[in-house]
């Protein structure tokens, strides 16, 4: 199909569709660091694990060797509902920038969710069905990840009870009511359920809550009731691999016109999105097939690859998951209140943080003005009105493309438009009205922060 | 492709999709009545009828005998942005009614304006942008139509001029910051900016604003402006044949597969998404050539169809577009102040209505409690959260489905999801807090409303 135009999108046909998930640590020569057990400091067993995760979750966190995982039949079902997501020819901003430049984007924005969180919400959501489990916990602050947690739970009879921040339960009704419709237990978190919630609330009446919180009181209800389990949207090895559908799909799209990308570019909070969307070039560059430049966009308030140390921490401010070895800026790093475009993860894969690591994938981070400048240009001329987390990697992607102008290369440009901004309108009126501003944090605070990380022992 | 199975998505490849809109009218026996100018009560003539509307869309408002009408290019390109939309196999709805019929549904709900209106938007731009105007004039509710006619002025560079109903523009911000993020100017209804605005805030000081008033700061804005043009999302034949998209392209998805639907079912506030959906199954239905039956869904709370009369009413409150013969509820009507479920004018297109005249086609009017029942139901079991709108086709879809497994029939079953309820979530929340109630306007309100059409010169 070589001489066949490219279409404006490019939708596989479903006997296309990746049957597999791809398990990239399989091709990596320097695997990520083992996952600690907090309480001992040593490497965590799978028993372990299990108590943390479902067994077969629990599995796919610590498999290191098996390159192609089977995509349960009941989740390929659940994709056919959403997926295949669109790999889109973006002929309208070329257009615009009048670069040489091809640029492609694979859009995952087109599910309620609004975002690719679903990819990995129902395989987490199946596998605690399938072991007989009842529900699930998890904590969510804007909403994205307890969206769709709460559609993957309803779409398998699975109670699904989710702690949201409380400020922005109350401010953001939106997307809470969108978890309700979907059934899902809504909890303003601090509450007074759970004896962490409580314990705060006494300590800091009034408080508007944090992410940190909300996950220790997801992981004490977790614990504390029977058959249910908590679950995790991003960062861990097992939402790295089932997010490889996007890249998976993306391939397959591009290899069906023979199109080869030169630049991949991903936005990086924890992780989920970018480490999925590279996950099957990158093993061909691990493997010496095929040579790609990836690039990881983060913000500047939060830059955890470009300004963090490379080091074991914890995942969660509560220090009750297991640590990894992983970029961090510590796991009390919190971005400044001004910040509105997401990202604010303290941390990042450990998957990706060894390829960074070992120079198989650049970094850069970005302001939140120049991402909005950008988001906003890209929905005047695509049509699509990007999450303030896409916006990121569309920022990038705009740099690149104006580069090829100026060389006159022809590159050719993927990047990861991982969802809609349809609840973010807040952050897109800040940016309209002039109010929003840009946060850097600087080297003392960074330096303060990196103070706290966790001693291992050698 | 007949013992294939159906996939759960069938998009059209890109050059399946449709070049050119079906004029339904030119298949039409009995022609829908002439237009007339309220000026003169005369059927309106062409020249008048440019004065309203740029000339290009004038002609096709008017055009009765035309089969089919080329897309420009420019229009083509842009679908190609947001279409092929997807035809839809249900097949987890089947399986969650355990009904032996088939569903299926055309989704319009993925791009940002969040609906089909974006069909009609960025032809009605086109042609504006092609005579040379600098810009257009509208009012939104809620903000859908606004919404995509935002996107559709961006693209084209063209000026949009919003007039949005005061309360939403302060209840619903978020609709308000997408328009703005494509460059439109967004005015709250009534404003200081318009004599008749000025004259409403005088009479009623700090009023909320209503559609009527919207349309008609926005009519006298596009009349006192050099270059600008007044345009409107529904109700007219044009915008009735923009929309014909919708059907043409599930027809082809369908005929691919060898799909031939039995019952065709659309909600129906001003008809443009109806009317699109049927058209080219309707135009084999008038030519004789194939049988179905089509179903107009409407909300009990404003029953143009199932209890309005058959009359030349005026299309706006402010008495100042062309009178059409259509199914009335009266121009003054305004549903009840609970009712949240879109759908409100008070008419419906002349073209649907004298085919519901002639008996082609069926009409039902269904509650909004129930209404929100069914979108509760089809979000979780299909995934999409659908609009309020789109919800009364699905109630009705799921009625048609179960009488089916009552009488063990297979039909085929085809419905329009016009779009997503992302922006809806008040009107779900008081779904979900038990605050939604029914409303039915009785015989006298509606005797009452009947009163006020106006007197047609014989």
């Not at 679950?231 to 290899?255: F, P």
């Not at 009750?320 to 800026?329: D, E, F, H, V």
């Not at 990007?386 to 990697?393: G, L, T």
């Amino acid at each position: 199909m070589s001489n066949t135009k490219i279409p404006y999108k490019i939708y596989l046909d479903e006997n296309e569709m990746p049957k597999q998930w791809y398990n990239l640590r399989a091709d990596m020569k320097n695997k990520p660091a083992p996952l600690l057990n907090p309480a001992t400091m040593k490497p965590i067993t799978l028993s372990e694990l299990s108590e943390v995760f479902c067994e077969e979750l629990a599995k796919q966190e610590l498999d290191e060797t098996t390159p192609y995982i089977d995509i349960p039949e009941k989740i390929l079902n659940f994709y056919k509902m959403y997926r295949p997501a669109p790999l889109t020819r973006a002929y309208c901003l070329e257009e615009k920038l009048q670069t040489p430049a091809k640029i492609y984007y694979k859009f995952e924005g087109n599910n309620t969710s609004g975002s690719h969180k679903l990819n990995s919400a129902i395989a987490q959501a199946y596998y605690a069905k399938d072991q007989g489990l009842k529900g699930v916990t998890t904590e969510t602050g804007a909403g994205q990840w307890g969206t769709a947690l709460s559609m993957a739970c309803s779409y398998l009879d699975l109670d699904c009870k989710v702690y949201m921040v409380k400020c922005s339960y109350e401010q953001k009704p939106f997307r809470r009511e969108v978890m309700r419709t979907y059934g899902a237990n809504v909890t303003p978190s601090p509450s007074m359920e759970t004896e962490v919630g409580r314990k705060i609330l006494e300590n800091h009446p009034g408080t508007g809550g944090s992410l940190g919180c909300a996950i220790s009181e997801a992981v004490e209800t977790a614990s504390n009731l029977e058959g249910y389990r908590y679950v995790l949207g991003s960062v861990l090895n097992q939402v790295l691999l089932h997010q490889t559908i996007i890249g998976l799909e993306a391939k397959a799209a591009m290899d069906k016109y023979n199109i080869k990308p030169d630049i991949i570019i991903g936005c990086a909070g924890g992780g989920s999105n970018l480490g999925g969307l590279i996950a099957p070039f990158m093993g061909e560059k691990l493997r010496g097939e095929a040579d790609y430049q990836f690039i990881a966009v983060e913000p500047a308030s939060c830059p955890s690859l470009t300004r963090g140390v490379y080091a074991y921490d914890y995942c969660d401010t509560g220090a009750i998951c297991p640590l990894q070895k992983m970029y961090t800026l510590g796991s009390n790093f919190i971005p400044a209140s001004t910040h509105s475009g997401g990202l604010r993860y303290h941390g990042m894969s450990s998957i990706l943080s060894q390829l960074y690591h070992d120079g198989y994938m650049e970094a850069r981070s970005v302001e939140q003005t120049s991402v909005f400048a950008a988001a906003e240009f890209f929905a005047r001329v695509e049509g699509t009105l990007p999450a303030p987390e896409s916006s990121h990697a569309i920022k990038v992607a705009i740099d690149e493309a104006l580069k090829c102008k100026e060389t006159g290369e022809e590159k050719t440009i993927l990047f990861g438009l991982t969802g809609t901004g349809y609840f973010d309108m807040y952050a897109y009126e800040k940016f309209h009205d002039g109010k929003m501003t840009d946060y850097i944090p600087t080297d003392e605070e960074l330096q303060a922060s990196f103070a706290t990380l966790p001693k291992i022992p050698e």
